[in-house]
């Protein structure tokens, strides 16, 4: 596991409870509740790397690194003759929605025109061609925004922070971590020859944040925040947060659910909200 954050760790617990070893790399190491043999130190910045010797025999490997500073793949900058060198047999990719652009509210699936115009969508889309020029067996996943257990509208509607903003004709796109975990675990049952090269992960309901407010308001028994129209709260955001919303599209798993069978647990955010306000 090449980066160890919210999806990865939760996709190494699942492998864990499946009886399989897990390596993981982190900058800084593990968390004090997490000591353990299995964790090593990657942090190309500061020139520290896992040595080779540590993943001898490793044969599938999941990267959830995102781009460096000057839009490269920090594993492929320092990591590939190690990774050649291994018995890979599958290595996942875990980049965007965010390199298909604005398509104005329109479906977006697999083989759609890709026109990212965010300088971060374009280095995913650059370190995604990389990796598929790299030789590897890598498998792309293309994810929306992800929420779960910790990371979820009910933190800021708790905190304060929550905005309800109105943009006309705006929706976005999202997916419970554990389908990600869940279609990735599926992605790996199925024989090499059958999976496809990308593979978007995102549930069946896109729709405004509003919609996902309003229903986390519900089950919280909060009240919402004032309603605010865009027009007016937008140039108050900063870059990343106007950038967010800059763009409009709906992903579309029809690949994933309807072709190569995957069952989402989530298949909206009403369910995936009920769930992760269980273990809040």
């Known amino acids: 596991m090449l980066g160890a954050g919210y999806s990865g760790r939760r996709f190494a617990q699942a492998l864990r409870d499946r009886g399989e070893r897990v390596l993981l790399t982190d900058r800084h190491?593990?968390?004090?509740?997490?000591?353990?043999?299995?964790?090593?130190?990657?942090d190309p910045a500061a020139g520290v790397f896992p040595e080779r010797k540590l993943l001898a025999g490793v044969t599938h490997v999941l990267v959830t690194i995102p781009p460096d500073p000057q839009g490269a793949d920090p594993v492929l900058t320092?990591?590939?003759?190690?990774?050649?060198?291994?018995?890979?047999?599958w290595v996942g990719y875990l980049s965007t929605t965010g390199v298909y652009g604005d398509h104005g509210g329109d479906w977006v699936r697999e083989d759609s025109v890709l026109r990212p115009r965010l300088e971060r969508s374009q280095a995913r889309l650059a370190c995604e061609q990389?990796?598929?020029?790299?030789?590897?067996?890598?498998?792309?996943?293309?994810?929306?925004?992800?929420?779960?257990?910790?990371?979820?509208?009910?933190?800021?509607?708790?905190n304060g922070t929550a905005r309800l903003i109105h943009k006309p004709g705006q929706v976005f796109s999202r997916v419970h971590v554990d389908d990600i975990v869940g279609a990735l675990l599926h992605c790996l049952?199925?024989?090499?020859?059958?999976?496809?090269?990308?593979?978007?992960?995102?549930?069946?309901?896109p729709c405004p944040s509003s919609e996902t407010l309003g229903f986390a308001a519900h089950l919280l028994g909060c009240k919402l925040p004032p309603w605010q129209r865009w027009q007016d709260v937008g140039p108050t955001m900063g870059p990343m947060a106007r950038s967010f919303w800059s763009e409009n599209r709906r992903a579309s798993s029809e690949l994933l659910c309807d072709s190569l069978g995957y069952r989402l647990r989530y298949p909206s955010y009403r369910e995936g909200l009920r769930a992760s306000i269980n273990l809040i």
């Open 189 to 205: 049952a199925m024989p090499a020859a059958e999976r496809p090269q990308t593979v978007i992960v995102a549930d069946r309901e």
């Open 130 to 158: 990389a990796w598929r020029c790299s030789g590897l067996p890598v498998q792309v996943f293309r994810l929306p925004a992800i929420y779960g257990p910790g990371r979820s509208p009910f933190d800021n509607l708790r």
């Open 78 to 89: 320092t990591l590939a003759s190690t990774l050649a060198s291994l018995p890979l047999q």
């Open 29 to 42: 190491g593990p968390r004090p509740e997490e000591q353990s043999d299995d964790w090593l130190r990657f």
